[in-house]
């Protein structure tokens, strides 16, 4: 089973631009691995972002963008409102295999 | 709305069993396969199980494969996860979370219960 890597924290100022990487230890990630973004706030249950690489779900903040980047998936914040501070997991379903979460990045916004 | 609520969590000692509930509502339950996820005080997601829409698809992680048996009542919109012998390193929050695909297994999930609580020791 592959590993997920992700960075395990950044940070951000507010209004500023970061972006967050998934790496897998198979390979390139790819559009076949459908990539998810989830954010999980302190204290809160995880709430999913961005599915299939890019799509957004009718909750997503519009700030929010997904995309592959040199063999990773990638999540960029535009436009850093202090209520972005969190967890993100990347997750690779890859299409009906086993599921694997990333270790998570904790974003800092200050 | 899509709303799902866990239940049954609770303190257990080490090789006791416990049974976790998720009741479903807000969308054609019976379409949708559903996951169990948990997450370790302090630590990261976990994916733990998965459950086709008709009960016929049934997945586990490693860590749990022969201890935890994943089952659904459709027409009671409910999801469950038995837990057999369990250990001090199954401590954690369990979510149950619904699939973001209809009739499809992606194993990519879209909405998350506020996860119910597994505390193992002795």
């Known amino acids: 089973q592959a590993v997920v890597t992700q960075e395990p924290s950044l940070s951000v100022s507010p209004g500023g631009t970061v972006t967050l990487t998934c790496a897998s230890s198979a390979g390139p990630v790819t559009s076949g691995h459908s990539p998810y973004w989830i954010q999980q706030k302190p204290g809160q249950a995880p709430r999913t972002l961005i599915y299939d690489t890019s799509n957004k779900h009718s909750w997503t903040p519009v700030r929010f963008s997904g995309s592959l980047v040199g063999g990773k998936a990638a999540l960029t914040l535009s436009g850093a409102q202090p209520e972005d501070e969190a967890d993100y997991y990347c997750l690779l379903p890859s299409n009906g295999a086993r599921p694997v979460f990333g270790g998570g990045t904790r974003l800092t916004v200050l | 709305e899509v709303q799902l609520v866990e239940s049954g969590g609770g303190l257990v000692q080490p090789g006791r069993s416990l049974r976790l509930s998720c009741a479903a509502s807000?969308?054609?339950?019976?379409?949708?396969?559903m996951h169990w996820v948990r997450q370790a005080p302090g630590k990261g997601l976990e994916w733990v199980s998965s459950?086709?829409?008709?009960?016929?698809?049934?997945d586990y992680a490693d860590a749990v494969r022969g201890r935890f048996t994943t089952s659904r009542d459709n027409a009671k919109k409910s999801l469950y996860l038995e837990m057999n012998s369990l250990r001090t390193e199954d401590t954690a929050l369990y979510y149950c979370?619904?699939?973001?695909?209809?009739?499809?297994?992606?194993?990519?999930?879209?909405?998350w219960g506020q996860g119910t609580t597994v505390t193992v020791s002795s």
């Open positions: 807000g969308f054609t339950f019976d379409d949708y396969t």
């Open positions: 979370a619904k699939d973001n695909r209809r009739l499809y297994k992606s194993n990519g999930m879209d909405v």
């Open positions: 459950i086709g829409w008709t009960s016929v698809s049934i």
